[in-house]
């Protein structure tokens, strides 16, 4: 009895002092931790921005933790070419990032429903472009849904408005990005980094940007934020060091910037495009930029969809990173042509002197298609607006046939109408010899810009 009571007191002290010990042991490499993380902070923050600064010890500190994580972080960048369509998956939890263009509807819907997906925790429509929200509407009225997040700036396509009629119709309310705030997906967790203004002249800055943390991995995703967004990012200070880079704006010119590229330093890049698009994406200035920094290059062009699993640990690839190669079309035509409105003031140092160069969609809503004569095989567009716009690759699509026109340098003057002719019929510009329209009883027509929005939809 005796001796049963001293080995339980012996026990006991054994006990205390192994925990006191472990307790002090943690304490020690927390506060070993806590300094580094401070210097850290400190030197992500010399330029005298202190936000950010929690945000950085908070994920850094969730980073280090890898042996309680739930399976696998997997990320499928699908391939809805020229457009950007994210699922991320952790431990039966679900969460996309945009949905494609408008033909992308079912694609997506099918590939969410082939993965097991009934339920979306949380939807990101970065930016109010077609190629990113067009096939939003239907993943909403397809999957039950979490939270919607969209940056507050609206627009006037059919494409916009169609994402909103289905939010309401399912009661939803969209969330507004506020930057720093965190969310979890399972073991994941992700923050929001941008968009850090209330307005911009480019609807590609608007875009909602996040970073996220699994384990030891991280990941970036940038929607089409360009080098102005970047630039705001890096002001705030937060950690930007990831494995994975979602390259901005299908490798265009305009976004990944180098100071931006430095900070995040991904260990691989990850480019959404489509084959031979119009836009001349990926720019030769992105690939460039990534092959001086040694950085694998993953493209939905190449490879298909592209799937990325991290165990907490490291990263593992579907496919082969592609050789750097960029597109030819439009290399050095279509970025580089002048079009309306490009804003001189939003050039922002010397990293993305050749960025701003792309066509602004500012004016697009004002130009239709008045009218589509069947017969006669013309189709008449309008500029409503009071401002000359150069249509250079503006498309028109003929959707029964799925045929596409897609417009040479071509200035239409405020208030004037330019005739696209098909059918060796007569007119301002030539689709080509074949008949088009075929005199068809039902046959919409659709109106793109160079961005890839539909701007009008002309119904018969
Ligand atoms: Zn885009």
Redesign the pocket.
């Known amino acids: 009895m005796k001796f049963k009571r001293a080995f339980l007191s012996l026990l006991l002290i054994f006990i205390l002092c192994l925990s006191m010990v472990g307790c002090s042991y943690i304490e020690n490499i927390k506060q070993d931790f806590g300094q580094k993380l401070a210097t850290a902070v400190q030197e992500k923050n010399n330029d005298g921005v202190n936000k950010g600064a929690s945000q950085f010890s908070e994920n850094s500190l969730t980073e280090r933790n890898t042996t309680s994580l739930n399976g696998k972080l997997i990320v499928h960048f699908l391939d809805v070419g020229q ?2 369509s994210i699922l991320i998956q952790q431990n039966g939890h679900n969460m996309l990032i945009d949905a494609g263009n408008n033909a992308d509807r079912n694609f997506i819907v099918k590939y969410l429903k082939n993965q097991g997906v009934k339920k979306l925790d949380y939807v990101i429509g970065t930016h109010p ?1 077609e ?2 929200i067009g096939g939003l509407d239907a993943v909403i009225n397809t999957f039950e849904i979490g939270s919607v997040f969209m940056p507050k700036v609206s627009s006037n396509t059919k494409t916009f408005k169609d994402v909103l009629l289905a939010i309401r119709n399912k009661n939803l309310k969209i969330t507004t990005p506020v930057v720093g705030s965190s969310y979890n997906l399972g073991d994941e967790k992700w923050t929001i980094l941008a968009p850090n203004s209330s307005s911009y002249d480019d609807l ?1 800055d608007y875009s909602i940007v996040i970073k996220m943390n699994f384990g030891k991995n991280s990941f970036v995703f940038t ?2 934020a360009e080098a102005l967004s970047e630039q705001e990012i890096l002001k705030k200070g937060f950690d930007l060091k990831a494995d994975v880079l979602k390259i901005g ?2 490798g265009s010119s305009s976004s990944t910037s180098d100071t931006f590229l430095k900070s995040v330093s991904p260990e691989y890049a990850v480019i959404s495009v489509g084959k031979d698009n119009d836009y001349g994406h990926p720019h030769k200035i992105t690939m460039d930029r990534l092959k001086a920094n040694n950085i694998p290059v993953y493209r939905t062009d190449e490879c298909g969809t592209i799937i990325a699993a991290s165990d907490g640990e490291k990263i593992t690839f579907n496919c082969k990173p592609g050789d750097y190669s960029y597109s030819g079309i439009g290399t050095n035509t279509t970025q580089n042509s002048s079009s309306n409105n490009i804003s001189s003031n939003n050039v922002i140092n010397s990293d993305n002197k050749a960025a701003k160069t792309e066509t602004k969609t500012n004016n697009s809503a004002n130009v239709i298609i008045s009218n589509i004569d069947k017969k006669g095989e013309i189709v008449t567009i309008t500029n409503k607006s009071s401002k000359d716009i150069n249509l250079k690759g503006w498309k028109i699509i003929s959707v029964r046939g799925n045929q596409q026109y897609v417009f040479p340098d071509y200035v239409l003057k405020a208030g004037a109408s330019v005739k696209v002719t098909s059918g060796n019929k007569p007119g301002d510009l030539i689709w080509g010899e074949g008949n088009v329209w075929n005199n068809s009883q039902s046959d919409p027509g659709e109106l793109y810009d160079s ?2 929005n539909l701007v009008y939809k002309y119904e018969d």
């Open positions: 457009a950007d472009h190629d990113h590609n929607g089409d704006h299908h961005n890839g």
